[in-house]
């Protein structure tokens, strides 16, 4: 898909008035080569956060929704060993779900990912791959992004972000949310056999908005 098809599915999203920018103005930034180039287009979480990216996901008819038990997620940012190129939009290439990466922990899976030259998704890239490719998210196979965690002492909170389809438990909301796109979290040394860990081959940098 190109590039240019995906900001147009942004802007029908809404991106711009989430992100309190002009709608034309997101365009001309992005303006140029990248356009007509392949690849995910990703949201920059400094120009809309995760849990906010979050709300235009849908599955079913439900929108997408973070867990309750995670109102820190704004304090959950890119590893040391993940470049995000510093502009709102960027391109995302080579994107797998990394479904041979399942039942690996995601301490596990991270040495395995750089091994391999790929680079692991943060949560906001995985949101904006959902956003253009909803069918990417399905039931015993969906994916962690440990590209994104929360700093602690000198390492790590024990969480890792990771987006799976709720199936409507109480701590999600009740059956309301049954089936709809959920941004939860696991424990970094746990193994799950419907997670995989999403990754990618590169990023390539878009252009700065103008005030």
Known sequence: MFVASQLDRLLDLGLAELAGVDEDQLVE????????????????????PAA????????????GFVVPDMTDLAAFG????????DTPLYVVTGVERGDDLRDVSPDE???????????????????????????????????MTIGSRKPKGAGYDKRVPAIWISGGAP????LERDGAPKVGWCWAGNRHTW????????????????A
């Open 29 to 48: 930034s992005f303006g140029g080569d990248l356009l007509c180039t392949t690849g995910l287009l990703a949201v920059h979480p400094s120009l809309v």
């Open 52 to 63: 906010r990216l979050t709300a235009l996901l849908e599955r079913g008819g439900k929108p």
């Open 78 to 85: 890119p590893i040391p060993q993940v470049e995000v190129p």
């Open 109 to 143: 899976a991270l040495p395995r990912i750089l091994e391999r030259g790929r680079t692991p998704l943060i949560l906001t890239e995985g949101i904006s791959w959902l956003l253009q490719q909803p069918a990417v998210l399905e039931p015993n196979h969906c994916f």
């Open 171 to 174: 701590r999600d909301g009740g």
């Open 195 to 210: 997670l995989g860990h999403a990754s990618a081959a590169g990023r390539q940098a878009g252009a700065a908005l103008t």
